[in-house]
C-alpha cells in the first residue's frame, strides 16, 4: 500500500527557511515522479514543485523558484521541499504526492507551515 | 500559464441527484485534464485523468468527459459521501493549475 508522511512545518518568521520532508512506503521514490502541492487556508490547491524519475529535471511554480527546492533521498525513499525567504503567502498546508503521467496518484495528509511575524 | 475556470463555484444537490461540474481551459490541453475530490479536514484523491480515465477504486457513478478546452465531471446519483469539493487541473504543462474548486452542499 502506497502511504506518504510529511513532516517539517511550523510556524517561522518571514525570510526564515524550513525543510519539509516526506517519508514514503509501499513504493520507491528513486523510480517515481514525485510533486509537492500546498493549500492555503480556506482556499483551493496550488501546485509547487515536481521531480522527474530520474531527478534530472525539477519544475517549480514561479513564485516560488529560486526560493524552493524539490529534492529526494532514495537510500531514505523520501522525498524532501527546502523552503528559503519565506514569505507570509507561502502559509498553507503542503501536500506531497506520487504521481501518475502528470496528475497526482497519492497524497500524503500534509504539514502546515505558517509565516508570521 | 494555462488558467482554470470551474463552474459553478457552489452547487446545492440532493442524494439522488445527477450533477455536473465545468471546467474550462484558457488554452488547449488536449485530454491532460485530471479532477480531485477533497472533504474538509482531508487531503484530495484522485477520481479522474487524462479527462475520462475512472481512477482505480472510485465509483462508476463519477465520469468525466471532454477535450480541448471544455470538460465536464458528472456525478449520476449523488450519494451521501459525494457532498465535497471537487477541483479540476491540467496536466499538460508546467505549471500544472487547478480550477478554484466546486463544493457540492445540500
Known amino acids: 500500500e502506497v502511504q506518504l508522511v510529511e513532516s517539517g512545518g511550523g510556524l517561522v518568521r518571514p525570510g526564515g527557511s524550513l525543510r519539509l520532508s516526506c517519508a514514503a512506503s509501499g513504493f520507491r521514490v528513486s523510480t517515481s515522479y514525485m510533486s509537492w502541492l500546498r493549500q492555503a487556508p480556506g482556499k483551493g490547491l496550488e501546485w509547487v514543485a515536481h521531480?522527474?524519475?530520474?531527478?534530472?529535471?525539477?519544475y517549480y511554480l514561479d513564485s516560488v523558484r529560486g526560493r524552493f527546492t524539490i529534492s529526494r533521498d532514495n537510500a531514505k525513499n523520501s522525498l524532501y521541499l527546502q523552503m528559503n525567504s519565506l514569505r507570509d503567502d507561502d502559509t498553507a498546508v503542503y501536500y506531497c504526492a506520487k504521481d501518475g503521467g502528470g496528475w497526482s496518484v497519492n497524497w500524503g495528509q500534509g504539514t502546515l507551515v505558517a509565516v508570521s511575524s | 500559464d494555462i488558467q482554470m475556470t470551474q463552474s459553478p463555484s457552489t452547487l446545492s444537490a440532493s442524494v439522488g441527484d445527477r450533477v455536473t461540474i465545468t471546467c474550462r481551459a484558457s488554452?488547449?490541453?488536449?485530454?491532460?485534464l485530471a479532477w480531485y475530490q477533497q472533504k474538509p479536514g482531508e487531503a484530495p484523491s484522485l477520481l479522474i485523468y487524462k479527462a475520462s480515465y475512472l481512477q482505480t477504486g472510485v465509483p462508476s457513478r463519477f465520469s468525466g468527459a471532454g477535450s480541448g478546452t471544455e470538460f465536464t465531471l458528472t456525478i449520476t446519483s449523488l450519494q451521501p459521501d459525494d457532498f465535497a469539493t471537487y477541483y479540476c487541473q491540467h496536466h499538460k504543462r508546467y505549471p500544472r493549475t487547478f480550477g478554484q474548486g466546486t463544493k457540492v452542499e445540500v
Open positions: 488554452q488547449n490541453v488536449d485530454m491532460w
Open positions: 521531480i522527474e524519475k530520474d531527478a534530472s529535471l525539477k
